[in-house]
C-alpha cells in the first residue's frame, strides 16, 4: 500500500511539473462527456424544428451561406455582375431538372437546389427550348390532322413562334416578380414568413416548365384523349414542386390567405398549360384551298370577211 501511495503522489508531481513547464495546455475534464451527451439529447427533443428549417430553409448552415455571399459583388452595369447568373456547370443543372421532373416529398426545391447557387442559365435555355418545341409540334400536329385531305395546303404559322414566347417568358417572368413582392409584403405582416429572393423563384418557375418539352413532342399524337392525359401528368409534377417550395413559406400566414396564394400559383399554371395545348394544339384550323393556277391566256385571231 506505502508503495501504491508513494507512485500516486510521483504521478501528481509530474502532472504539477507539466503545467507549470506548459501553462497553456490544454486539460480533459472525466465531466465533459456527460456535458456534451446532454447538450446532443437537448438537441434531439426538437425533431419539428428540424424539419421545418430543413423545408425552409432557415438553419445553422445558412448562416455560412450568408457569410459565404457577403463578398463584394461587381456594380449591375458592369458584364460581371450579370455574369454570375449564368455561373453553373451541366451537372448541376441536370440535377435540378431531375428535381423538378422527380420531386421529393416533403423536400425544398430551393433548400435542396437552389439556394446554393441560383442561376438563369437553366430557366433561360428551358423557357427558350419550351418557345420552340410548342411552336414547331403545334405546326406538324396541324400537318398531320389535315394530312391527305385534297382541299387541304401546308402553311407555317412563323406567328406562334412569338406567341408562345411572349406567353412563356411573361409567365416565367411577371408571375415570380408578382409573387416575391406578395411574400414581401406578407413577410412585413407575419415575421414567421420566409421570403425567397427574387432569382430563387425565378429559378424553381423556370425549372418547373422543363417537363412540358416532352409534353408538347407527345402533343403531336392526334388524340384528343392521349393528350388531355399528358398535360395533367405534366401539370401534377410541375405543380408538386411549386407547392412544395412555398407552401411551406405561406403556411404560418393567415389559413385563408395561405391557401389562396397557394391555390392562385396551382391555377395560373393550369392556364399556362391548357391554354397552349387548346390554342396550339387543339384549336379549329380552317383548311386553305389548294392555289388554282390560272390557265395561260390564248389569243384567238379573229378574220373578219368582207
Not at 440535377?95 to 437553366?122: A, E, H, M, T
Not at 408562345?164 to 406578407?186: D, E, K, N, Q, S
Not at 393567415?254 to 391554354?275: E, F
Not at 397552349?276 to 391566256?297: G, Q, R, S, T, W
Amino acid at each position: 500500500i506505502a508503495s501504491l501511495v508513494m507512485y500516486l503522489f510521483a504521478e501528481f508531481d509530474d502532472a504539477a511539473n507539466l503545467l507549470a513547464a506548459n501553462p497553456d495546455a490544454t486539460t480533459i475534464s472525466i465531466d465533459e462527456p456527460a456535458e456534451i451527451s446532454k447538450n446532443q439529447h437537448s438537441r434531439r427533443q426538437e425533431p419539428g424544428r428540424e424539419e421545418d428549417d430543413e423545408l425552409l430553409g432557415t438553419d445553422d448552415s445558412d448562416k455560412t451561406e450568408l457569410l459565404a455571399g457577403q463578398k463584394k459583388s461587381a456594380p449591375f452595369w458592369t458584364f460581371e455582375y450579370y455574369q454570375t447568373f449564368f455561373d453553373v456547370d451541366t451537372y448541376q443543372v441536370l440535377d435540378r431538372i431531375k428535381g423538378s421532373v422527380f420531386p421529393v416529398p416533403g423536400k425544398n426545391f430551393v433548400r435542396l437546389y437552389i439556394r446554393s447557387n441560383p442561376d438563369l442559365y437553366g430557366p433561360f435555355w428551358i423557357c427558350a427550348t419550351l418557345v420552340f418545341t410548342i411552336a414547331v409540334s403545334g405546326n406538324l400536329s396541324n400537318f398531320f390532322i389535315h394530312l391527305g385531305k385534297p382541299t387541304y395546303h401546308y402553311v407555317p404559322e412563323f406567328r406562334k413562334v412569338s406567341i408562345a414566347a411572349t406567353t412563356i417568358y411573361a409567365y416565367a417572368w411577371l408571375v415570380p416578380l408578382a409573387l416575391w413582392g406578395f411574400l414581401m409584403w406578407r413577410n412585413s405582416k407575419v415575421m414567421n414568413i420566409v421570403s425567397y429572393s427574387f432569382l430563387e423563384i425565378v429559378c424553381v418557375y423556370g425549372y418547373s416548365l422543363f417537363i412540358y418539352i416532352p409534353t408538347a413532342i407527345l402533343w403531336i399524337i392526334p388524340q384528343k384523349v392521349v393528350r388531355w392525359v399528358l398535360v395533367m401528368f405534366s401539370l401534377c409534377l410541375s405543380g408538386s414542386v411549386l407547392v412544395m417550395t412555398f407552401w411551406p413559406a405561406v403556411r404560418d400566414d393567415n389559413r385563408r390567405i395561405a391557401l389562396a396564394t397557394v391555390g392562385t400559383i396551382v391555377l395560373l399554371h393550369a392556364l399556362l398549360a391548357v391554354g397552349c395545348l387548346a390554342y396550339f394544339f387543339d384549336a379549329p384550323e380552317l383548311d386553305f384551298p389548294a392555289p388554282v393556277i390560272p390557265a395561260h391566256n390564248v389569243s384567238t385571231v379573229v378574220t373578219k370577211s368582207r
